[in-house]
């Protein structure tokens, strides 16, 4: 649905908080709704010469599970018990390249940082850090999209209630999307 989208996706990696690989043959899915606002963001950001890397989208409800393991802080990880807008496609992480040089723009810290700093209350930062984090939440919402306040890179669709929780594996998805 974005053409040309970057995509990053760090749980097929052991380049994750976790240093495990997490996911087998991912593909970045998202509900509808979303998918059609994070194209809108894709395309305004175009327009300034800077796109989106996407790190996650849809995540196995399984691989919840894992995570809450590894982190059970709900501050940075979501409870199992009430699943995550990932695990609905409700959710993504992500962050802001140069179109030119194909680098991303300084946020600060990196993806999956569970600190303060990663906090988008958090200003003790450099004037071009904190205007990049703003820039990405303002285009973000401008479509739709809310935060999660610990952490700069994750944005969700509203209306979470209204949509499953999802464990299936990215090879059975395919399938049924097909």
């Known amino acids: 649905m974005i053409p040309g989208l970057h995509l990053d996706l760090r749980y097929a990696t052991p380049n994750n908080f976790t240093k495990q690989v997490l996911y087998r043959h991912p593909v970045a899915y998202l509900r509808t709704a979303p998918a059609e606002a994070l194209k809108q963001v894709e395309d305004e950001l175009n327009k ?14 399984s691989v919840t599970c894992k995570i809450w393991r590894l982190v059970p802080d709900k501050r940075y990880a979501a409870n199992p018990m009430k ?26 810290t990196p993806f999956d ?32 999209f809310g935060i999660v306040p610990d ?28």
């Open 48 to 61: 300034k010469g800077l796109a989106l890397k996407l790190y996650d989208a849809f995540r196995p409800f």
């Open 83 to 108: 699943g995550s807008n990932h695990n609905r496609g409700l959710a993504v992480d992500l962050t802001l390249i140069d179109l030119r040089t194909g680098k991303e723009l300084d946020m600060g």
């Open 113 to 144: 940082s569970f600190t303060d700093t990663a906090h988008h209350s958090f200003t003790a930062l450099p004037a071009q850090v904190l205007a990049n984090r703003r820039l990405l939440k303002s285009v973000m919402r401008k479509f739709g």
């Open 151 to 178: 952490e700069w890179w994750h944005y969700q669709w509203p209306n979470n209630k209204d949509y499953e929780v999802i464990d299936l594996d990215f090879d059975d998805l395919v399938e049924i999307v097909k």
